[in-house]
């Protein structure tokens, strides 16, 4: 049988995993402008 605290443990990190998932994923959309003829500097 599961202990109380192992059980409450699991919960709070696979909730944070879940809070966090959505974050990473939106963190790693990036967006490129390429200027063609524009001077470098």
Do not use: N, Q, Y
Not at 25 to 39: C, N, R, S
């Amino acid at each position: 049988m599961i202990g109380r605290r192992k059980f409450v443990a699991t919960a709070l990190a696979e909730s944070a995993a879940l809070l966090l998932a959505p974050r990473t994923a939106k963190a790693a959309d990036a967006h490129v402008e390429v200027l063609i003829g524009e001077p470098i500097g």
